[in-house]
């Protein structure tokens, strides 16, 4: 049986003091959760967020990392720096990252190694756009953002990626996409994973789905087979709402 983890991410949204009163505030309300409750916060945040939830079930995460382990990368953060302060997780390839920052298949792959190698797990994002959808391609173009992201890494390495589920088309928008297209969409992904690693390791890996998640649909989306949980972009950052959906 896999677990279900609830992860918000927090875009470019929270202050140190703002982040710490979520937590204070989160902490009660999905204390006795037998899901995985994680928070991806804005660097800024993370040392704050790693000592307000210490000594409770909440985890924390980065939303991005860079790939080298040091060098002339300003303005960048390594996965050794993200460990050095006790993150867990890290957010990586997020359709925004891809489509602001000119983030593609290759770097994410070298990131999700180099979060590896500094013990950090990653959340990997893949997603089609709507165009893709009408065109008839959103699954192969997930199935290939899911092959060449995990391109290269060890079985183990495998089983511990979280992959999150995130059509474009339904972020922030308030779009969900149906139950069932979710699920087919993630069962297609597992499919993939199967061909490439094995079933076993496929019927391990934790598969998100992500976009415009809410506490009104949340509980629908996790009684599906194949969703293993959400990542929650807006709707995280009420610490009520959240909790409404960790405990849906
Ligand atoms: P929304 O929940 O705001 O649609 O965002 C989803 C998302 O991008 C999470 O990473």
Redesign the pocket.
């Known amino acids: 049986m896999r677990k279900r983890i609830v992860a918000g991410?927090w875009k470019m949204n929270m202050l140190p003091n703002e982040a710490i009163h979520f937590i204070e505030e989160l902490t009660p309300l999905v204390k006795d959760t037998k899901n995985e409750v994680i928070l991806c916060v804005p660097y800024t945040d993370l040392f704050y967020a790693i000592l307000t939830a210490q000594n409770t079930n909440i985890k924390i995460g980065a939303q991005n990392m860079h790939f080298e382990d040091k060098g002339a990368y300003t303005g960048e953060v390594s996965g050794e720096m993200l460990k050095s302060i006790n993150v867990e997780y890290v957010i990586i390839g997020?359709s925004e990252r891809r489509q602001y920052f000119n983030e593609t298949d290759e770097t994410v792959n070298k990131k999700i190694k180099s979060a590896f190698k500094y013990g950090l797990k990653p959340i990997v994002c893949v997603g089609e756009t709507l165009e893709q959808r009408e065109e008839g391609i959103a699954e192969e173009v997930i199935t290939k953002q899911t092959e060449l992201a995990l391109a290269g890494l060890s079985d183990e390495q495998v089983k511990n990626t979280i992959i999150a589920y995130?059509p474009i088309w339904?972020?922030?928008t308030g779009k969900t996409a149906t139950k069932e297209d979710a699920n087919n969409s993630i069962r297609a992904i597992r499919n993939k994973i199967a061909k490439i690693y094995g079933q076993i390791i496929a019927d391990s890996v934790i598969i998100q789905y992500?976009?415009?998640?809410k506490s009104s649909n949340a509980k629908e989306l996790f009684e599906m087979s194949d969703i293993d949980g959400a990542?929650?972009?807006?709707?995280s950052l009420k610490a009520d709402e959240f909790s409404k959906i960790v405990n849906a």
Do not use: K, Q, R
Not at 210 to 213: D, I, L, N, Q, T
Not at 231 to 235: E, S
């Open positions: 991410n997020h995130e339904a972020i922030g992500g976009g415009s998640v990542l929650v972009g807006g709707a």
